[in-house]
């Protein structure tokens, strides 16, 4: 049973579930860095604050998939001096509305992370044709560009790939 993309981009079918480390070069020359549980594609789209630059995979079974999903864009930096990391929350919410209007956050933290400085954490569910999906990030800053990780699974409770989510997740890095 084919899954429906689970978010902007086509569906990529991965050849293995091996960990694959990739990273996106940001103007500058460091590097947004992730464990992929497959190998991941490039991709970019346009954005309202420019082109949005992403690597993403895609993992299906018979009926669970994953979409994992590393992405940067620029920063808006007289938003961003005016109202600090309020304005990346403000992304987040513009960001989550527009997947789904009547999505239901679960979680929304801010945190200083060791290697990445402040972070927004969060945890949502959203609906897509009918599908609930969980969806499962962080949001942060890296000189002048806006970063997000993220992981969508469908369905919304399910266990598959749970190891390699946390690793995608935990395995972030800034490379300087």
Not at 72 to 86: D, R, T, V, W
Not at 114 to 124: A, H, P, Q, S
Request: hydrophobic share 40%; charged share 15%; with cysteine.
């Amino acid at each position: 049973m084919k899954i429906l993309c689970l978010l902007t981009c086509s569906v990529l079918a991965c050849a293995s579930a091996t960990a694959q480390p990739n990273y996106l070069e940001l103007p500058g020359g460091t590097k947004f860095a992730a464990i992929f549980p497959c190998a991941s594609q490039p991709a970019s789209a346009a954005a309202a604050s420019g082109t949005v630059n992403a690597l993403r995979c895609n993992v299906e079974s018979s009926s669970s998939a994953c979409d994992f999903i590393i992405a940067e864009q620029p920063l808006n930096l007289q938003a961003y001096g005016q109202s600090g990391f309020a304005f990346i929350e403000e992304v987040h919410r513009q960001y989550a509305k527009a997947m789904d209007p009547n999505f239901t956050s679960k979680l929304h933290k801010v945190t200083t992370q060791n290697g990445l400085g402040k972070v927004l954490d969060y945890e949502l569910n959203r609906t897509q044709q009918g599908y609930v999906l969980f969806v499962k990030g962080k949001w942060l800053v890296a000189g002048n560009r806006t970063l997000r990780a993220t992981y969508s699974c469908f369905p919304a409770n399910t266990n598959f790939m749970q190891v390699e989510r946390a690793l995608f997740l935990e395995s972030l890095t800034l490379i300087k």
